[in-house]
């Protein structure tokens, strides 16, 4: 959920443009200057892959590049960080990708 | 070989860095200052977006723009989204190569110093189900709230200790999220009774905490002093916090259990220093619990083990972002100071008014390490079933089993289970093998050079073969 209101810890903000980008092929309403993991965040989605040997779920835990949970495929490309990766309109996103290397 | 030299690297962007960078810059020191992110702040001075705007900045905020601001009217070089995957000696030779993966900045740069202020992180803090989506540490949760206006939740449970959590309880509130509960799991506050002139000294805190405590007591949510998170529920994300008081021995006290539904957890038991670089060169760390673990060990100049290396900041043991910046001056000031770019009456003079100002951080920074809890001192909140390693997903059972079989150093436990083998190359698990191979081993300390920890190898992060590859080419050129 995007934080609309005014307040004196979070003062109102204008966001970037609007886009557009893909999760699992499913649309989501992202705006420029967001990262991947705080788009997806913001729409409630919460798994960001699958583990390898347990297959279990995982998400966003650290937030700044040193956990690699919040691993996704980005445009084809694997273990991408969503958490330090910027939205672009039309990205394409897959989440539920198994395995490491 | 193509490298470009500089007499100063700093390396991380953040409060200390920036202090030490435009300290030796502005003495004249040729600099050149580099961060893994694309933009200057660190975490603690972290810039909203450059496409977003707005028309209040909050206190914090206009600070570290004036700090940036600064920086950006000195002559230096910057190299930002840039990472250091590496720093070797020289060969016969007191300076360092430090190679470097990025769009702009060169492969290689040699330096003749090097001022590290690499930050830290989120301690990690393994409890039943901490590996489920919707437990998130205290940094995810105030970048997502601070520099991208996004609520990580609706149902929050904020649980660990410190005065962190009175923040991100805050500005949860006023995000517009239930705050469920504060959990602190410190008790025994008269800890912090002798250092009451210092806290009252600083007024500009104690402002700060009242209001969010305020907050915090308007939206009704209970903070509960000496409870903790104990177990994490729910299917492909939380769904159930478990949450109870603790013990003396900082073990649950089963019949206090109260189950909260929730949709996130935060979890923020403090935060660990961020030393790979200053291991991966070979300074001497020693261990200091209330410092967040493993601490480089410094002289009065913040120069380590090593010559010409230097860490300032929570790198060098937590102490949050004034002591960093003023480390960072004190660090900038020994690079010029030395290099002769500062009179000596000069640096004196400097070192003399930068020392009173430190002693008084410093005095409050042990207070908080004496009075709140880390990760590390909670081990007890984990079971035989809990992911320890959450990469390799290695459960306490399987480093159990390691330490029967003959296992007696964190070495020896990822050799035998992979635990510290994954992308986050042990940072998420280091601290809780060394406390599991304590445990199982009844040992009640282990140095870093006795297998403490693990030894850290370039790269620092994971690269691809190819970008490897790339940068061998490069270097040999």
Redesign the interface.
């Known amino acids: 959920?995007?934080?609309e209101?005014?307040?004196?810890?979070?003062?109102?903000?204008?966001?970037?443009?609007k886009v557009q980008i893909l999760i699992d092929g499913q649309p989501i309403e992202a705006?420029?200057?967001?990262?991947v993991a705080?788009a997806m965040?913001?729409a409630g989605l919460?798994?960001?892959r699958i583990?390898?040997?347990?297959k279990?779920?995982?998400?966003?835990?650290?937030?700044?590049?040193?956990?690699?949970?919040c691993?996704v495929t980005v445009n084809g490309v694997r273990?991408v960080r969503a958490?330090?990766t910027?939205v672009a309109d039309g990205m394409m996103v897959e989440t539920r990708e198994e395995g490491?290397a | 070989m193509k490298e470009v030299h500089y007499e100063l690297a700093v390396i991380g962007g953040g409060p200390a860095g920036i202090e030490a960078a435009i300290t030796a810059a502005e003495a004249g020191v040729n600099t050149v200052l580099i961060d893994r992110y694309p933009r200057p702040g660190g975490q603690y001075y972290k810039e909203l977006p450059m496409q977003f705007s707005v028309h209040h900045r909050t206190k914090a905020e206009t600070e570290g723009d004036m700090l940036i601001r600064l920086l950006s009217g000195v002559e230096l070089t910057q190299y930002f989204n840039t990472l250091v995957w590496g720093i070797f000696p020289k060969e016969n030779d007191n300076r360092w190569l430090i190679a470097l993966a990025s769009n702009d900045a060169p492969k290689l740069i040699v330096a003749d110093s090097v001022i590290l202020a690499t930050g830290a992180y989120d301690s990690p803090m393994p409890f039943p189900g901490w590996t489920l989506p919707g437990v998130i540490s205290a940094g995810a949760a105030l970048i997502l709230l601070k520099t991208q206006r996004i609520l990580p939740g609706t149902r929050v449970l904020v649980t660990g200790s410190g005065p962190l959590l009175l923040s991100v309880a805050a500005h949860l509130i006023e995000g517009g999220a239930e705050v469920v509960g504060v959990c602190e799991a410190a008790r025994p506050f008269w800890r912090a009774i002798p250092y009451l002139p210092t806290i009252l000294g600083q007024t500009h805190r104690i402002e700060e905490g009242i209001k969010y405590f305020s907050t915090i007591l308007k939206a009704h949510s209970p903070y509960r002093i000496g409870w903790s998170v104990v177990e994490a529920r729910g299917k492909d994300k939380v769904e159930e916090a478990v949450i109870a008081r603790l013990d003396k021995s900082l073990s649950p006290v089963l019949s206090s259990k109260q189950v909260i539904s929730v949709d996130t957890i935060v979890s923020g038991y403090g935060l660990v220093p961020n030393n790979y670089l200053s291991r991966m060169i070979g300074c001497k760390h020693s261990y200091l619990p209330e410092k967040g673990g493993f601490v480089p060990e410094r002289d009065d100049t913040m120069q380590t083990s090593m010559p010409n290396v230097y860490v300032v900041g929570d790198a060098a043991g937590i102490g949050g972002a004034e002591l960093a910046r003023l480390e960072g001056r004190v660090a900038g000031v020994a690079v010029a100071g030395r290099l002769g770019r500062l009179g000596h009456a000069t640096a004196q003079w400097e070192y003399g008014k930068l020392r009173s100002l430190l002693r008084r951080q410093q005095r409050f920074a042990e207070m908080l390490g004496k009075v709140f809890l880390r990760g590390l001192d909670l081990f007890n909140l984990s079971t035989d079933d809990t992911i320890i390693c959450r990469c390799e997903e290695i459960t306490r059972r399987e480093i159990r089993s390691a330490v029967e079989m003959g296992a007696r150093s964190v070495t020896e436990v990822k050799m035998l289970t992979r635990a510290g083998m994954g992308n986050c190359q042990g940072r998420m698990c280091e601290l809780s093998v060394r406390n599991a191979v304590m445990a199982f081993t009844g040992q009640s300390f282990l140095d870093m050079d006795k297998g403490g920890a693990y030894s850290i190898r370039p790269p620092l992060e994971p690269m691809t073969v190819k970008e490897l590859a790339k940068a061998a080419e490069e270097l040999s050129e």
Do not use: D, Q, W
């Open positions: 959920m995007r934080i209101k005014n307040t004196s810890l979070l003062p109102e903000v204008k966001r970037g443009r705006f420029e200057g967001e990262s705080a965040m913001a919460r798994v960001f583990t390898a040997k347990h279990t779920p995982r998400g966003m835990y650290c937030g700044m590049g040193v956990c690699f949970e691993l273990n958490c330090l910027p490491m």
